[in-house]
């Protein structure tokens, strides 16, 4: 090709020169110049004809060496083939057994090989077939033998004897021998077809440079450029200088022909094998029922006349197997370069297209608005497979080619390994930079939507038209902008909540801190508040040891002064006056009930062996339903207090109470001792003085209020001891006069009155409250406990209010 395209060269450097000599004016030369012109011609065609022997001697040994490339490689693939076959037959070969006492061995029925382990390549689904028996699925008799070739189910092979029904595993010598001959003879046939194509290939070659030659030959009869490009015209003398050129050229022109009907004749009978093939044609078909399938395919009239349809139907018949596979090789690699053709199509007309798209958008940008003056426009360059391979998709081209049969012809996985092989990497490359343009958009879109504020809360429709104005907006595709600011919405929503959830987490753990923290300072100042008022109660307890005597030393004055001297401050520490006071208040009242309770049982144990007969002989029940004791029975003790005082004076547990409590506790103590526990059960405040309810005498006793009590009007207030009507003390119980025996209790308090009215119950606090027991005492302290914890949560609840309102300034 490179001769031909130096020769073409030459001959146009000869025409242009003859042309510049017709132009100058020179004459061409005379007689003796066409000559001249005629010998240089033919000494040219000599030399073309040198060449050309020398091409088709360098084409055949070209030929020559592919052949030898082919017949290497194709004994190559025989002799693996071969190695695979023989190996594959010899691991077939292995069968798996169970001996007598069950263990597996293993079995070669072509080298009579036994082996217990299990040989090279034998997998567990071999294994698995130990206990199976053989399954025949296929039988192919051996030819010029009565042995028959039977196939398993698990692709075991075995022989069968017809004549003599012996099976055996092993390959019998007869069916040895006519298998090594069948081999033989497919070797020979295969490299007959080899040969048969290879010299076909070499004519087909033969006849092309032919045929080139030919057409060289025509343009140098018809005229051509001679030497110095002078111009040569075919004369009369041409046919005798020139004979033997043309009679070359005709013989080259027939043989061309001849090969180019060969070619034809060929493939019309491979298209119609495929025919064959396509209907499903077996070896053991017949032409005669065959003959109605074909004829209504156009393929069936591309061979002339019936002999060589039935010529070819036969040949395929004998070959079936290897002709379906070269014949399915055959159209899977037309299908394959019909395709390849069609992907060059398609980019070519594409590379067009954005020529003719690039061309359009210079022309309009070479022009200004104003004045359609041409501008600078820089020159991107050709375009190159690369441009276009970005577009090259399948969606595309199916949608421009779908129609065209080279597309429909190839199978869907075909075309897409045909396309990535061809525009593999281009589309990788352009798929790689578009993805990059579009993350570095995606990245500046994003930087423009926190410029701009959106935050998790912002909203496509409103956004929109603030940020339509940026470059930066527009760079994005316009499918793509709304996915990129919802997701970008999300995000911030997300880090918003983040932030939220961690800044309250925060508040939380210092809240809790601080509550922690509250909490041990308070337990500290509950446990700190428990010592102090566990000292001062030592304090107490150490200080006042006996119950008040007077309203003197119940007055918190007095006392307070005193337990302020104490050299450890313990009523310092404790710091609620009000509370210290409490404190010394119950301390004095459970002194006054310790000392009530020791007088009541000194009474018992004292008085109560004076009844006559024991206690135990007097009724029990309520005093107002029980029949009052004989007026003679009891003894003076239990009957008047000074008897009782006087005999009992100089117990200490008579001395402890206060002198103003215990004629009424004498009365209570007598009264259990004469109606039982029950009576007293109703209660001091709910009870009358036996005093009032036994026979009238007057106790010898002092008409005086007792010392100290009148004198306190504050104290006499303050504890109920003022009388309602005068301004005096209450005249004690003793002081009266008991009416007769026998009247009711409510008819006794009348009496002891003056009137017909009921006295006033007794006073809630006598000395400090003494009448009230201690029960009601602990009640009252809780209640007033209770009331101040109240209040302290209170405080705490407003300080903690006030916190939270400092955080959230």
Known sequence: QQQQQQQQDQEQEQQHGAYAAEEDGVEPAGTEAEEQAALMQEAHAEEQRARAEAQQREAEEQAARQIEAEQAAAAAAKAKREAEEEEKRILQAWTAHKADDGLVYYFNTLTNESRWDPPPGWSEDMAAKVDKEPVPISSEPIPDTVWSEVKCEDDRVYFFNSETEEASWTVPP???????????EREKREAA?????????????????AQVMAQ??????????????QVIRAGAGGHGAHGRGQGNVRSALAVAERAGAERARQANIQRFKELL????????????????KLESDPRYKLLPNLKERRAAFDDFCKNVAAEQKALKESRAQRVRNAFMDLLEEAVELEVRLLTANREEEHAKQAKKE???VEMEIEDQGPVTEADVAGALTMEALE???????????APPELRTQLLRERFGGAQAAADEACQYRAHIAAEAFKQLLVDTGINGSSSWTVEKENLASDPRFKAVEKGNREGLFRAFVEQAGRLEKREAEERQAKENATRRLESVAREARERQLKAAHADNLAAYSALLAETIREPPSDAASMRWVNVSARLAKDPQRRLQALGDEREAEEVFRR??????ERART???????????????GGAATLPRGDPAQRPPPSRHSLPEPLRFFPSAAQMLSAEPRWQRLPEDQRDREWSYAVEDILFGPRASALGDAARVPLSSALPARLITSTTEAPTGISQDPAYLREYGLASKGGGGVAEPAAMRPAPELGASASAAAAAATGGGRLPPPPPLSELGRGVEGSASLRDRDREREREREKEREREREKEREREREKERE
């Open 174 to 184: 007869e069916v040895a021998t006519v298998k090594a001959r069948l081999a033989e």
């Open 193 to 209: 077809e080899r040969a048969e194509r290879a010299a076909a290939a070499e004519e087909t070659r033969r006849k092309q440079f």
């Open 216 to 229: 060289r030959q025509r343009m140098n009869n018809t005229g051509g450029f001679g030497v110095h490009g």
């Open 277 to 292: 093939m396509d209907k499903g044609v077996t070896p053991f078909s017949r032409w005669e029922r065959e003959v109605p």
């Open 370 to 372: 104003d004045g359609m």
């Open 399 to 409: 949608k421009y080619w779908g129609n065209d049969e080279r597309w429909k012809e």
């Open 587 to 592: 301390h004095c009242y459970g002194l006054l």
């Open 598 to 612: 020791a007088f009541r049982e000194l009474v018992t144990e004292k008085l109560g062996p004076l009844v006559p």
